[in-house]
């Protein structure tokens, strides 16, 4: 039977059966009664602990297979011999975007350039410029972390004439075991060469303007910007709020969808039985498209 309550007698009504419950546990074993919690408590430490080892342990045996696939991409298994030649001749702070080549091809050219942008929110995220940095783009690792509980995205790259960093990493740090709130997100900066910062550009002003206050470089919309991630604040505007959990998702996604299954990524079959996320269009929209 469902009980209704005018809701200037809920009050009344909730104390009625707080006290309901008081005597029925009065009349129980209340210390079998309350230790039932307790013991449910252990056992989700061991459940914990038990996932803790079993995730390590798959991880070292994944992480195996994907350091063949690297080798594969990167060329290791057909010729250990690596020339350094043609990147020590070059100076990368002399090199502007328009001057950048494609890299050397390896056994698998352009391999997580091609993953990424097959996927269809990375691929919302990668510009043009964008492109041209990620081939040299030659391996992404992901490892879980223990204490506090989360996860490290790493993105490694060949010498390049963008930025002088050889790895860049992102981290995600969760709040409890139950992995269900972010308390705190954490990106490695980037060390870009001047002329080809893909995150930012500097307004040239009018020579009329020489002498007035300096503008600051202006953000550029780039992939790049997911390593300078929005500190965690739950009191935040909405659109920050909303890009918080937009940059959870990519890194989510990342981790749970283009890393294991890069290969499938790279020749455009990845999205079989993928859901596509709608991040904001209207039905309506999408009926006026149609």
Same mark, same amino acid.
């Given at each position: $039977?469902?009980?209704?309550?005018?809701?200037?007698?809920?009050?009344?009504?909730?104390?009625?059966?707080?006290?309901?419950?008081?005597?029925?546990?009065?009349?129980?074993?209340?210390?079998?009664?309350?230790?039932?919690?307790?013991?449910?408590?252990?056992?989700?430490?061991?459940?914990?602990?038990?996932?803790?080892?079993?995730?390590?342990?798959?991880?070292?045996?994944?992480?195996?297979?994907?350091?063949?696939?690297?080798?594969?991409? !990167?060329?290791?298994?057909?010729?250990?011999?690596?020339?350094?030649?043609?990147?020590?001749? +070059?100076?990368?702070?002399?090199?502007?975007?328009?001057?950048?080549?494609?890299?050397?091809?390896?056994?698998?050219? !352009?391999?997580?350039?091609?993953?990424? #942008?097959?996927?269809?929110?990375?691929?919302?995220?990668?510009?043009?410029?964008?492109?041209?940095?990620? $081939?040299?783009?030659?391996?992404?690792?992901?490892?879980?972390?223990?204490?506090?509980?989360?996860?490290?995205?790493?993105?490694?790259?060949?010498?390049?004439?963008?930025?002088?960093?050889?790895?860049?990493?992102?981290?995600?740090?969760?709040?409890?075991?139950?992995?269900?709130?972010?308390?705190? #997100?954490?990106?490695?900066?980037?060390?870009?060469?001047?002329?080809?910062?893909?995150?930012?550009? #500097? +307004?040239?002003?009018?020579?009329?303007?020489? !002498?007035? #206050?300096?503008?600051?470089?202006?953000?550029?919309?780039?992939?790049? !910007?997911?390593?300078?991630?929005?500190?965690?604040?739950?009191?935040?505007?909405?659109?920050?709020?909303?890009?918080?959990?937009?940059?959870?998702?990519?890194?989510?996604?990342?981790?749970?969808?283009?890393?294991?299954?890069?290969?499938?990524?790279?020749?455009?079959?990845?999205?079989?039985?993928?859901?596509?996320?709608?991040?904001?269009?209207?039905?309506?929209?999408?009926?006026?498209?149609?």
């Amino acid at each position: $039977m469902q009980i209704s309550a005018p809701i200037f007698l809920l009050p009344c009504y909730y104390y009625l059966m707080n006290l309901n419950i008081a005597c029925i546990i009065s009349t129980c074993e209340k210390k079998e009664f309350l230790n039932s919690q307790s013991d449910h408590d252990e056992l989700k430490k061991m459940f914990y602990k038990e996932r803790a080892n079993l995730e390590a342990k798959y991880q070292n045996l994944f992480q195996n297979l994907y350091d063949k696939r690297c080798d594969i991409v !990167n060329g290791v298994v057909q010729a250990k011999k690596v020339s350094n030649d043609s990147e020590a001749s +070059i100076n990368q702070e002399d090199i502007t975007i328009q001057d950048i080549k494609a890299p050397e091809e390896k056994s698998v050219p !352009n391999f997580w350039r091609h993953a990424l #942008v097959n996927h269809e929110l990375l691929d919302a995220e990668i510009t043009t410029p964008d492109g041209r940095a990620l $081939m040299y783009l030659k391996d992404i690792k992901c490892s879980r972390i223990d204490s506090p509980k989360g996860f490290k995205l790493e993105f490694f790259f060949n010498k390049n004439p963008f930025f002088k960093n050889s790895v860049l990493i992102k981290t995600y740090e969760y709040l409890d075991e139950d992995e269900a709130i972010v308390q705190k #997100v954490t990106g490695l900066k980037i060390e870009w060469y001047p002329k080809n910062c893909l995150t930012s550009k #500097v +307004i040239k002003k009018p020579e009329k303007e020489i !002498n007035s #206050v300096d503008i600051r470089p202006e953000q550029c919309e780039s992939f790049f !910007n997911f390593f300078d991630p929005l500190p965690i604040d739950e009191k935040a505007p909405k659109e920050h709020i909303d890009e918080m959990r937009r940059d959870l998702y990519i890194g989510l996604t990342i981790r749970d969808e283009i890393i294991p299954r890069a290969v499938l990524w790279y020749v455009g079959e990845g999205a079989q039985g993928k859901m596509s996320i709608d991040w904001g269009e209207s039905e309506d929209e999408e009926g006026d498209e149609n």
